[in-house]
């Protein structure tokens, strides 16, 4: 399909759109998207799940960079490998669809970057299943100093498939066009090259680039990977509904008794090794001291790709500095780390919790250790040079040494938005003494400041991000748009309920007050026991937290309801354990196409929730058991809410309702992945009667009043109505000109647009002073003819 959206024209790899008469989807999605990158400010935009999010956002910016001269770089940002995949997937049949249409092939080129574990093709290395060791064992065959031990004649293994990069140009290790991991991965074996640096490589010469959120956030990582990126980069976060926590988690670090003392070994190991080189290479630790007299930025090897670990950002005027003298000479800095760390030991042997803030933990430091701040500001980036300096390979055994080496960095660098929380023990209940250090970071728009500052168009977009002005408050930026797209239907496919009482007309609920008692556990069984009985294939049941559900569970058995649940259907669950998981995945998928159909207990913040879809027979019911409030006595939580109350003034209830509702509409959101699927959206908890203008608007639209407060076995008759009513005929062009639009009903609607538009400004017109048929402006002048210019390029913009 062909259209245009102003003066752009867009290309759209479908014969048909969703519509986008105001508020719309996929068309509407399009056109404030326009408006957003036309500002060149930042947006908020929540698009229903199942309607082409994905597509609309790639051929609208792909129009944008083919069309407009600058050709703007889009980095696109995503939470797993398999929505990379798919939306590589995506931008591949729309340039095929581009080509067809054109004529030609454009000038266009797509990655997909991942880790070394998913991309490695060296034989031995990728046999490895930890991602830690297959990024040691890479660093030890790919990085500079490995290679110079090979000339100078001594024996090492090099990686053939990194080396055979180097006599390339770096603009010609992938031809032009979109690469899918399994096309990278099938080219570079038939090069015998290394994808994962292909990638890296390439990435200044990619039109787009598609990887994890981590790339761009995680400054350990960002300062590598993505430190080449201009200014005028479209940056894009798909399923952005949690980018605070991962922006939290990105400059919070814990550590335990355990890591210190292997960070203990690890200095003693530096100890060893600079001894060692001070008897065979003294010039090159001669050669490392003088450059960090002359600044950490003339280090210029410092992210070279076979490099360590690189530390978080350190800002500009620092990196300039030179490193100070008590830290420069490689046995003062081992030495000083041992300090420190010892220190930490020291302050591990408590018996009650402590809070402190950064200032507060350095003046108690300085005070008994005489260790000064401005040296712990270089600890990492000092770190990263001497590991390189010392060529080290089995870096993995330095990872602990690192760890403390950027606490030190962080705590030394920021004073505000942060905690530093001990704690002795791992529980209240717990009476042997196992204690952590958190430093926990408070403020989400610390990590994801520098993306807002350095791009110029940031757009923040998920199927589930209400309330939208939420994230503005906590990332610390302003929206050109915000908006919210509700979800336009040729029948009622989905149908969402909220029971609030059992059978025996009790209230179910998961506070902590009822949430064990027998009869709010046997109402929450008889529910799941009904909708067993009538859902057709697939159940999803989430619960609040691991905890929970494995208490119910016991509790069920013990009631026997599990035993009639498994008359019905067979029953998997979800574990903590990756491998597990995917095999219950894996079952639960099989049941549902063969016709015995299956539940899947699972956990609202769990893997099941985020990003695995249940689409058509795998998911005709997604059943909510609770609220999936966060756990309010966890010290860091508290802290944080603390923190957005006296900085944000987000109140503590506000937030903890919006963070549970956001994962509630996560699952719900599970169920309907396209206007040809249907299923049904229970929320079984009596509280969640309060919170429905916290839910999206394409959900809280659909719910009705009279779905808003049932007892299970009404919600159980409405269920079976809705399932009879999609049990009949309805095919795609009963959705025609309703749910899907062709190019047609597109070109009338831009038409109505216009005269809609048309008739506004005659009424601006006619309600201000027109004299000649010309309107008077604030000075009763005329128009000129430059201002008649003016206006009619505004009508196009309307149009």
């Known amino acids: 399909m062909r259209f245009n959206i102003g003066d752009l024209p867009i290309l759209f790899p479908y014969p048909k759109i969703y519509p986008g008469k105001y508020p719309g989807q996929q068309y509407a999605y399009m056109c404030d998207l326009k408006k957003t990158l036309d500002a060149q400010g930042h947006g908020v935009l929540e698009m229903p799940s199942g309607t082409g999010k994905t597509v609309s956002l790639l051929s609208l910016i792909v129009s944008y960079q083919q069309y407009y001269k600058e050709k703007r770089k889009l980095i696109y940002c995503s939470r797993t490998m398999s929505e990379i995949e798919k939306a590589l997937v995506e931008l591949q049949r729309l340039m095929k669809y581009r080509a067809k249409e054109l004529g030609y092939d454009e000038e266009f080129r797509a990655l997909g970057l991942s880790s070394r574990k998913n991309l490695c093709l060296h034989p031995q290395v990728k046999r490895e299943k930890s991602g830690s060791i297959v990024d040691a064992k890479c660093r030890s065959m790919t990085a500079g100093f490995v290679r110079d031990k090979k000339e100078r004649g001594e024996e090492v293994e090099l990686c053939s498939y990194h080396d055979n990069l180097d006599p390339l140009e770096p603009h010609n290790l992938i031809p032009n066009g979109v690469w899918t991991f399994e096309d990278l991965e099938k080219y570079c074996e038939e090069h015998k090259q290394c994808p994962y640096f292909t990638v890296r490589r390439m990435m200044p010469f990619a ?131 041992r300090r420190f760390v010892d220190y930490l030991k020291t302050r591990m042997k408590v018996r009650q919790v402590i809070m402190e803030t950064p200032p507060s933990f350095l003046s108690h430091l300085q005070e008994y250790t005489f260790i000064e701040k401005k040296p712990l500001r270089f600890c990492a980036e000092r770190l990263t040079s001497l590991v390189r300096t010392l060529e080290l390979t089995n870096i993995e055994d330095y990872q602990p040494l690192q760890e403390v080496a950027t606490f030190a960095t962080l705590v030394a660098t920021y004073e505000k938005g942060f905690r530093l929380i001990l704690e002795p023990f791992e529980s209240d209940t717990a009476e042997i003494p196992n204690p952590v250090l958190h430093f926990a970071c408070l403020d989400a728009a610390i990590a994801i400041k520098p993306v807002f500052e350095r791009f110029s168009s940031v757009i923040i977009t998920s199927g589930t991000i209400s309330p939208l002005d939420m994230y503005p408050k906590m990332l610390g930026f ?40 027998p009869s709010v556990v046997r109402n929450y069984g008889s529910l799941l026991t009904e909708f067993a009985k009538l859902t057709p294939d697939g159940l999803v049941v989430f619960f609040p937290s691991y905890l929970y559900m494995e208490s119910i569970i016991s509790m069920w058995h013990g009631m026997g309801i599990l035993d009639e649940v498994w008359k019905y259907k067979l029953v998997l669950v979800e574990t903590p354990d990756a491998q597990e998981t995917s095999m219950a995945l894996e079952t639960y998928r099989t049941a549902c196409c063969n016709g015995r159909g299956a539940v899947l207990l699972c956990v609202a913040r769990g893997k099941v929730s985020e990003g695995i879809d249940f689409d058509h027979q795998y998911g005709r019911t997604v059943l909510c058991i609770g609220v999936p409030f966060q756990y309010t006595e966890s010290r860091i939580l508290k802290a944080r809410l603390e923190f957005l109350r006296e900085n944000y003034r987000i109140r503590e209830g ?121 309107m008077l402006d604030d000075e009763d002048d005329y128009m000129n003819g430059d201002e008649e210019e003016d206006l009619n390029q505004a009508m196009m913009q309307m149009q």
């Not at 992945?673 to 309060?690: C, N, P, S, W």
């Not at 062009?733 to 831009?750: N, V, Y």
Request: charged fraction near 30%.
């Open 478 to 517: 302003d929206a050109v748009i915000q908006e919210s797209y509700s979800m336009t239907l040729g029948r009622r496919s989905f149908l969402p309920m909220i029971v609030t009482r059992g059978g025996d007309q009790a209230a179910i609920s998961t506070s902590f007050q009822v949430r064990n008692e």
């Open 654 to 774: 506000d937030f903890l309702s919006f963070d549970a509702m956001r994962h509630a509409a996560q699952c719900l959101g599970r169920v309907l992945r396209g206007k040809d699927d249907y299923g049904i959206m229970v929320l079984a908890d009596r509280r969640f009667q309060k919170k429905t203008g916290q839910l999206p608007k394409w959900i809280a639209q659909a719910l009705s009043d009279a779905d808003s407060n049932l007892s299970s076995d009404m919600a159980a008759v409405n269920a079976r109505k809705f399932l009879r009513d999609m049990a009949q005929p309805f095919g795609a062009k009963d959705q025609d000109g309703i749910s899907t639009w062709t190019a047609e009903h597109l070109r009338r609607h831009q038409e109505k647009m216009d005269e809609e538009a048309i008739r506004d400004l005659n009424e601006a017109a006619g309600n201000g002073n027109l004299v000649g048929g010309q």
């Open 207 to 337: 039109n787009v680039i598609i990887y994890s959120y981590h790339y761009l956030l995680d400054p350990k990582i960002a300062e590598r990977v993505s430190n080449q990126f201009t200014k005028d980069c479209i940056v894009v976060f798909d399923e952005a509904h949690n980018i605070d926590n991962v922006c939290i988690e990105s400059l919070s670090t814990d550590i335990t008794e355990d890591s210190l003392r292997k960070a203990s070994r690890g200095a003693h190991n530096l100890e060893n090794r600079i001894k060692e080189m001070r008897a065979t290479d003294q010039e090159q630790l001669n050669n490392e001291y003088q450059k960090l007299i002359e600044g950490l930025r003339d280090a210029d090897a410092a992210r070279e790709e076979g490099a360590f670990m690189a530390s978080p950002v350190l800002p500009e005027d620092l990196l300039k500095e030179a490193v100070p003298g008590s830290i420069r000479r490689a046995e003062h800095f081992v030495s000083f780390l």
